[in-house]
């Protein structure tokens, strides 16, 4: 069975300290002269997928960091190691506490359709099939959760250090 979960976005973030001490970048060009960290496997070529205004572009991004999940880009990003993407789900909230700070805020980074794939040829045993309908309820309802947060705080998830 393949069901579709929801759309997960990517924001592009750094501290304020980070932002402060190495200059916030004001073009795609820029972002090059900074530390970048990724979770390994994303931007393994050295190119972030941005899109501005519907127009799709690679921007050259200088990977020092690659880890192999999200938590810990997001230590680093808060201890101002530099530039990274985190899932929206898991940086909203020090985003709009302002911990963590858009970078180019006017790109988007291209997110991705999470979905839950499992087998129906076979019926799935009572409690596997209800670990598929938590594990699909709380995924939903996270996706749905930080892009409500987004929405509802605008101001503060579109704002980028000035």
Do not use: C
């Not at 899109?51 to 810990?72: C, D, F, Q, Y």
């Not at 129906?120 to 309802?141: C, H, I």
Request: charged content about 25%; overall charge negative.
């Amino acid at each position: 069975m393949d069901e579709d979960i929801g759309v997960v976005e990517r924001i592009m973030v750094a501290s304020p300290e980070d932002l402060h001490e190495f200059g916030v970048p004001r073009s795609v060009d820029e972002l090059k002269m900074h530390s970048f960290m990724v979770v390994s496997g994303l931007f393994a070529d050295g190119f972030a997928p941005l899109i501005r205004n519907g127009e799709k572009l690679a921007a050259r991004v200088n990977v020092m960091w690659a880890v192999s999940h999200w938590r810990p880009l997001l230590a680093l990003l808060l201890s101002g190691a530099g530039i990274g993407v985190l899932q929206v789900p898991a940086g909203i909230d020090v985003v709009m506490s302002g911990q963590l700070k858009r970078v180019l805020a006017e790109y988007e980074v291209r997110g991705f359709r999470l979905r839950m794939l499992y087998s129906r040829d076979v019926p799935l045993p009572t409690y596997v099939q209800s670990l598929v309908d938590f594990v699909r309820d709380e995924l939903r309802s996270h996706v749905a959760q930080a892009l409500a947060a987004r929405n509802g705080r605008t101001d503060a998830y579109q704002a980028g250090d000035e």
